[in-house]
């Protein structure tokens, strides 16, 4: 199965993918983890990604397809399916990850959306950002990660839903509890 868990920041989306992958085994690809790798070994991709990261904007569309396409292609186990945690975040993206998918055969099976309301959101973050050490995690840069969400992510929701692919999870509460919503979600799709 090929997942996309989504989400605004701070939903949960990297908490809850690490859960999906040691009950599944499916291969994870986190978008912003990558780029944050590229930006701890001082890459040009890793300089370009951080300009933009530290300013809560979102990467450039076509050097993200890129990116996503190139770590797909360097990974042949993910073609027995992918949790893709923070991509796609655009339409543009997520009419790319369909060709990406199909292109190798598969297809996108569900979009599992953490849905957490803001207030939750910027606490997450702001007590995250006391031991993240990470550029995006301060207020400012919160508003503006929620702002980018609000107007160009969370459009997705109508796309996948429309496709019949989204999933609503209400994301606040226990870890555990939001798991055990997934799973049942999960595996209500692997059953069709
Ligand atoms: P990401 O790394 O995806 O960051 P994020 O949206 O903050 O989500 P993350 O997965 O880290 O946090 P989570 O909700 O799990 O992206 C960072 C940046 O990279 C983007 O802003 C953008 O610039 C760039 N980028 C990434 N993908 C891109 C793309 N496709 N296109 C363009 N640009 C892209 O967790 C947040 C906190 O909440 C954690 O501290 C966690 O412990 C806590 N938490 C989780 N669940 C909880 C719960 N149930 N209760 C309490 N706390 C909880």
Redesign the pocket.
């Known amino acids: 199965m090929n997942i996309v868990i989504f989400?605004?920041?701070?939903?949960?989306?990297?908490?809850?993918?690490a859960l999906l992958i040691e009950e599944y085994g499916y291969y994870h690809i986190?978008?912003?983890?990558v780029?944050?790798a590229q930006i701890a070994q001082g890459t040009e991709l890793g300089k370009i990604?951080d300009s933009?990261?530290s300013k809560?904007?979102?990467?450039?569309?076509e050097l993200?397809i890129d990116i996503?396409d190139d770590v797909l292609s360097a990974h042949p186990e993910s073609a027995k399916g992918v949790v893709f945690?923070?991509?796609?975040?655009?339409i543009h993206?997520a009419d790319a990850l369909d060709v990406l998918l199909e292109k190798r055969g598969g297809k996108l099976d569900i979009v599992v959306g953490?849905e957490v309301e803001e207030e939750?959101l910027i606490e997450?973050?702001i007590?995250?950002g006391k031991t993240?050490g990470?550029s995006?995690?301060n207020m400012e840069t919160i508003k503006k990660?929620l702002d980018?969400y609000n107007n160009q992510t969370n459009p997705l929701r109508d796309h996948y839903m429309e496709q019949g692919k989204y999933e609503a999870v209400h994301?606040?509460?226990?870890?555990e509890d939001?798991f055990a919503n997934i799973k049942s979600v999960v595996e209500k799709h692997r059953s069709l």
């Open positions: 989400g605004a920041p701070g939903s949960g989306k990297g908490t809850q993918s986190s978008t912003g983890d780029l944050r990604a933009y990261i809560g904007q979102l990467i450039p569309d993200m996503l945690d923070g991509f796609p975040r655009t993206q953490l939750e997450r973050l007590n995250r993240s990470r995006d995690d990660r980018v994301g606040m509460g226990s870890i939001i």
